[in-house]
């Protein structure tokens, strides 16, 4: 059940509605039964994978946290660690070694798992265990209340990554109805799809036209489809993102953000402390400072980044454009750190603006299935930029659409880049305009959003992560 289905909508309004009018004893029981349900409705084995996961980071935090002996404790840490790396390792290595797909190890994960959510439910699942390991939280006692952590639907397939001791309160808690978490819950709900339908799906068509077809495209054509699908990507998950946080919102349950911005950072480093923000800390926390982090000389640093991103990489996928992705993005943050400027020269626009060059230039290869593809496009940008144009089919209403989508997006993250909050300005109206501002959005995003069979909406990027 994607987002973007028409099924999704009525199963939120239904679970909103079970949840709210259950007594306290049952209404404990509605999200995760929910959840399960989610999972089985969106792919069954996606549900084998979840259920495998949640039991056995919950048994594991449990044995670990009752061990006191440092050498057994660390052992179990490792035993239960690897174990729920199981399921993600045995889907990568049949991508890694092809001689890794016949295996029959291999054969039974395809059978019983799906690749849809299953980085993400993993890393939610490991962090809890690896908290509990460094005693940075308790284990929670209660297996209901931890499947409501573990499974919830919003975050389940794409995220955010969810860490039990900053964001666990919310799941534990009984809920009253309270309106204003439904007023921005749905707020946040229509500029998710507002940014997925209008903006990013608009963008797929042409942008897979053009990728389709490069051999033909001009330079400039090739240009063009690389800067918007910089813009496609953002908006896809930042999209996504925004409807799980309202979904959760609407429950009275915060997520974390996971987007601040991205392309308004000022260096290669400041992208990644706005870009997919659970997932970096996840990095950060468990691998990054592990490694010893900055707290060591120079070169040893250097090989903590390329490090990190190179798992990054092997994290989106397993090709050889993934793992060039993730060392371009480790080799830009050696050579800021390298070549260091003052800070007052890295806040302009140029800064921005070369920022976004090296970040957009690296999503050709996070695009693009082979090397020697993303080759061919940049020689065709420097060498035939005004060669004849391919006919691409998209058409003049639909720019004039999208370009209306980015000044709106770029008005809204501009505003949120001042530091103010759109939610705040619609709450601050009277209840009558603010259920008109809502109304109207939703009434253009049905309108002029990519809905139903006639476009075929795309499925979310990072689904496939």
């Known amino acids: 059940m994607l987002f973007t289905s ?106 019983l798992l799906t690749p ?42 794409s995220g955010p990554i969810v860490r039990k001791g900053k964001d666990h309160s919310g799941f534990t808690t009984k809920h009253s109805f309270q309106f204003e978490n439904l007023q921005n819950g749905t707020a946040l709900i229509l500029m998710g799809y507002f940014e997925k339908l209008w903006i990013a799906d608009r963008i797929n068509l042409v942008v897979s036209e053009l990728f389709s077809h490069w051999y033909e495209a001009s330079g400039w054509q090739l240009l063009l489809a690389a800067v918007l699908y910089g813009f496609q990507i953002y908006t896809d998950f930042n999209g996504y993102s925004l409807i799980a946080i309202g979904s959760a919102r609407c429950f009275g349950i915060a997520l974390p953000v996971n987007f601040q911005q991205p392309y308004f950072a000022v260096s290669v480093r400041d992208f990644w402390k706005r870009w997919h923000i659970t997932l970096t800390t996840w990095f950060r926390d468990f691998i990054y400072i592990p490694l010893s982090g900055n707290r060591v000389g120079p070169i040893r640093r250097y090989f903590n980044i ?63 299935n082979s090397v020697k593809t993303v080759l061919k496009i940049l020689q065709r940008i420097l060498f035939h930029f005004t060669s004849r144009s391919f006919p691409c089919t998209f058409s003049l209403p639909q720019w004039i659409i999208l ?43 049905i309108i002029f959003g990519l809905w139903g069979t006639t476009y075929n909406a795309s499925a979310f990027i990072y689904f496939r992560f």
Request: contains cysteine.
């Open 6 to 111: 028409l099924s999704y909508l009525p199963f939120l309004a239904l679970a909103l509605c079970l949840y709210y009018i259950s007594p306290a004893k049952v209404q404990r029981f509605i999200l995760p039964c929910a959840s399960l349900l989610f999972a089985f409705m969106l792919d069954v084995r996606l549900l084998f994978g979840l259920l495998f996961c949640t039991i056995l980071s919950y048994s594991g935090a449990l044995c670990v946290e009752r061990v006191k002996a440092l050498l057994p404790r660390k052992f179990l840490t490792i035993l239960f660690s690897l174990l729920l790396l199981l399921p993600l390792l045995s889907v990568k290595a049949g991508d890694i070694f092809p001689v890794c797909s016949s295996s029959s190890v291999f054969l039974f994960s395809q059978k």
């Open 116 to 157: 849809v959510g299953l980085s993400f439910y993993t890393f939610i699942t490991l962090g809890y265990l690896l908290d509990v390991y460094h005693c940075k939280i308790t284990a929670e006692p209660s297996l209901l209340n931890y499947i409501r952590f573990a499974t919830f639907f919003p975050q389940l397939v």
């Open 306 to 368: 390329l490090l990190v991103f190179l798992i990054s990489g092997i994290w989106h996928g397993t090709s050889l454009t993934f793992l060039i992705w993730g060392l371009l993005h480790g080799v830009f943050q050696i050579a800021e750190i390298l070549f260091a400027r003052k800070k007052k020269n890295r806040t302009g626009f140029f800064s921005r603006l070369f920022t976004f060059m090296l970040i957009d230039f690296a999503w050709l290869f996070f695009r693009m």
């Open 403 to 445: 370009l209306t989508g980015f000044v709106f997006l770029a008005i809204t993250d501009l505003f949120h880049e001042k530091g103010q909050s759109v939610l705040k300005v619609i709450a601050g109206n009277h209840l009558w305009l603010r259920g008109a501002i809502i109304m109207v959005f939703a009434l253009l995003i």
